[in-house]
């Protein structure tokens, strides 16, 4: 079992920058692969980025390629995001998610555990 907790979010203006952070319970997050997906208002949840157990393989969607960065500490049971060149379409509601098996899957239902949510707002 893993719990996940999200923190870091908050309003930015566009071109700055924000560190989300994932952190879990359980002693043996370090063999769980982990995403990033985010949900705007009326729309489905997407994907933005994963990371393998060890942190040795990382995944993005196109869009946040070159502006986003996942990393993760397994000594400290925590996954980041690390967000730059913010703009107003990064606006959404970002979600970490865990799961075992292949990492850098990208469709939700991949995944059997779910934080709660960050909320992430860019104004321009």
């Known amino acids: 079992q893993v719990q996940l907790v999200e923190s870091g979010g908050g309003l930015v203006q566009a071109g700055g920058s924000l560190r989300l952070s994932c952190a879990a319970s359980?002693?043996?997050?370090?063999?769980?692969?982990v995403g990033w997906f985010r949900q705007a208002p009326g729309k489905e949840r997407d994907f933005v980025a994963a990371?393998?157990?060890?942190?040795?393989?990382?995944y993005y969607t196109d869009s946040v390629k070159g502006r986003f960065t996942i990393s993760r500490d397994n000594a400290k049971n925590t996954v980041y995001l690390q967000m730059n060149s913010l703009k107003p379409e990064d606006t959404a509601v970002y979600y970490c998610?865990?799961?075992?098996?292949?990492?850098?899957?990208?469709?939700?239902?991949?995944?059997?555990?779910w934080g709660q949510g960050a909320q992430v707002t860019v104004s321009s």
């Open positions: 359980g002693r043996t997050f370090s063999r769980y692969n």
């Open positions: 998610a865990a799961d075992q098996d292949v990492p850098g899957k990208r469709k939700p239902y991949e995944y059997g555990y």
């Open positions: 990371i393998s157990w060890s942190g040795g393989r990382t």
